[in-house]
């Protein structure tokens, strides 16, 4: 039996895609919605190979208050997965509004066609960037966010605070905010990945994108830094684990297991590793060797952030089963394939 109906936005995306597969996996109904603004159906072809189930797809602005709230009147949804968001740090500095008007009315248009037809059951896609440059590691969920580095951080912060002063005054939404840390690999069949349509500036895209020869050389922002090999220091947490935690924090909202309406959840494997790591993690599982050269710091990383994980541990029952080589395996036999 079902476990419910849910939509997931942002459904042909990186992390929503895997998601779709582990929800199928474990019991429950999908339907996507995805205005392609940033992939296309092809991840949902992946996802029909890997589970046999051929999910629709509406292709739906969620920007557009009418066209949304007839999707939630259409179809009766027990809960929802919002992913959907305009993602990329640099280009959120050159776009606010854009950025704003995006991520901030899809939000505000899910609560409303979720309010108005009787949905419940929320998880939204937060991020590691809402605690801006923080100096408490590993970082738990009552770490005091600071002020975020982009305006994309800043609408992560914004879309949580709006959760927060929507759930004080609406206790039949029960909501869980997921705060990822560094998402990176991608499914073990290679049916699915990360396929950005914009260049990708994350490190483990850039550097399989080096290894297969699509960028000549790849650049190590920083060597310098007070970490113990000088570069930058993050919390990879592979896909596949991550789209795990939805499922587990969908089950615990249908068991009623919240301590309240609005949870907040890191996600990451609660280790620290660096840039100069992850690029000898790649070399040693793939037998590449990769065309990198130490550059300039980047404006605007932090040196080191990684997750304290443990409430998700306990109370989702969550286990990352994935490491860095398990990420960078994976990442590099979906470069060669697609
Ligand atoms: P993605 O770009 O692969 O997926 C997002 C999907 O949402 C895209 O397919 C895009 O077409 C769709 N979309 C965007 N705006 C939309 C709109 N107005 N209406 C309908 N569809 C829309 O990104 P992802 O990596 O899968 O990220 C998913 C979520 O996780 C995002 O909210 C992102 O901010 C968050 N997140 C991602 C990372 C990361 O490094 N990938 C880290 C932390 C948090
Ligand atoms: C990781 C490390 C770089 C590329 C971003 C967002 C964050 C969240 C996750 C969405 C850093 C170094 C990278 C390269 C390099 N996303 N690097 N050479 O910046 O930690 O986090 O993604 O919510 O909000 O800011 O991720 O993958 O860009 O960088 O040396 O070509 O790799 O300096 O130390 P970041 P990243």
Redesign the pocket.
């Known amino acids: 039996m079902s476990k419910g109906k849910i939509l997931v936005t942002g459904g042909c995306g990186y992390i929503g895609s895997h998601t779709i597969v582990d929800l199928i996996e474990h019991g429950y109904d999908v339907v996507s919605v995805d205005n392609l603004s940033n992939a296309d159906e092809s991840a949902l072809a992946g996802v029909a190979q890997i589970t046999g189930v051929k999910v629709k797809n509406h292709v739906i602005d969620l920007a557009d208050r009418e066209a949304t709230l007839q999707l939630f009147r259409e179809e009766a949804f027990t809960g929802v997965i919002h992913f959907a968001a305009l993602?990329h740090?640099g280009e959120s500095v050159h776009q606010p509004v854009r950025y704003y008007k995006n991520n901030l009315n899809s939000l505000l248009h899910v609560i409303e066609g979720m309010e108005e037809t009787g949905c419940q059951h929320l998880i939204f896609s937060s991020?590691?960037?809402v605690y801006g440059n923080t100096e408490e590691l590993p970082v738990t969920e009552t770490t005091p966010r600071q002020q975020a580095?982009?305006p994309?951080?800043r609408t992560?912060q914004m879309c949580e605070d709006i959760l927060f002063d929507v759930c004080r005054v609406s206790p039949e939404l029960q909501a869980v905010l997921l705060r990822?840390?560094?998402?990176?690999g991608a499914h073990p069949s290679s049916l699915i990945g990360e396929a950005p349509s914009n260049p990708a500036?994350?490190?483990?895209p850039?550097i399989t994108e080096t290894a297969i020869g699509k960028r000549k050389e790849?650049?190590?922002?920083?060597d310098d830094y007070d970490t113990r090999d000088g570069?930058?220091?993050?919390d990879y947490i592979h896909v596949v684990d991550l789209a795990h935690a939805h499922t587990l924090a969908l089950d615990y909202l249908r068991e009623n297991r919240q301590a309240s309406n609005c949870e907040l959840f890191n996600l990451g494997i609660g280790a620290g590793v660096s840039?100069l790591e992850?690029i000898k993690a790649f070399e040693a599982v793939t037998g590449v060797k990769l065309n990198y050269r130490i550059?300039e710091?980047?404006a605007g990383?932090?040196v080191a952030?990684y997750a304290n994980a443990e409430k998700a541990n306990r109370e989702l029952g969550w286990q990352p089963r994935y490491d860095i080589q398990d990420i960078m395996k994976t990442a590099w036999a979906w470069e060669q394939k697609r």
Request: hydrophobic share 40%; glycine share 8%; proline share 3%.
């Open positions: 993602k740090v991020s590691c960037s580095e982009s994309y951080g992560k990822y840390f560094n998402p990176a500036s994350n490190l483990a850039v790849m650049m190590v922002f920083g570069s930058c220091i993050r840039v992850a550059g710091r980047r990383d932090v952030i």
